[in-house]
């Protein structure tokens, strides 16, 4: 499955983006799906994970409260819905899918990169 991850941009401290991840063929429903973040000179980073049931089973420390993954099942898309953005979720966000969410995760997007500078 080819995923496309879209809505990354420039923004300040405190606002606002709403990632989308879509799949090729329009089976996105059907698989587990998270994002992933990548910064300059750092690890790959889980950022959160939700599965075909919309179970929501991973979210990193460094974004509960502020970030929420969520599916459109009429539109077979996940969204990332990013609030109170820092400097520090400067990154390259990734999405990918498979049967479950967990590590190895098996089908991968190009990313979109988001950048919160003043």
């Known amino acids: 499955v080819q995923l496309q991850a879209s809505g990354g941009g420039l923004v300040q401290p405190g606002d606002s983006l709403r990632l989308s991840c879509a799949a090729s063929d329009d089976t996105l429903n059907y698989y587990a799906v998270g994002w992933y973040r990548q910064a300059p000179g750092k690890e790959r980073e889980g950022v959160s994970c939700?599965?075909?049931?919309?179970?929501?089973?991973f979210t990193a420390d460094s974004v509960k409260g502020r970030f929420t993954i969520s599916r459109d099942i009429g539109k077979n898309t996940v969204h990332l819905q990013m609030d109170t953005l820092k400097p520090e979720d400067t990154a390259v966000y990734y999405c990918?899918?498979?049967?479950?969410?967990?590590?190895?995760?098996?089908?991968w997007g190009e990313g979109t990169q988001v950048t919160v500078s003043s």
């Open positions: 990918v899918a498979d049967n479950f969410c967990g590590k190895g995760m098996k089908y």
């Open positions: 939700i599965t075909s049931a919309e179970f929501i089973p």
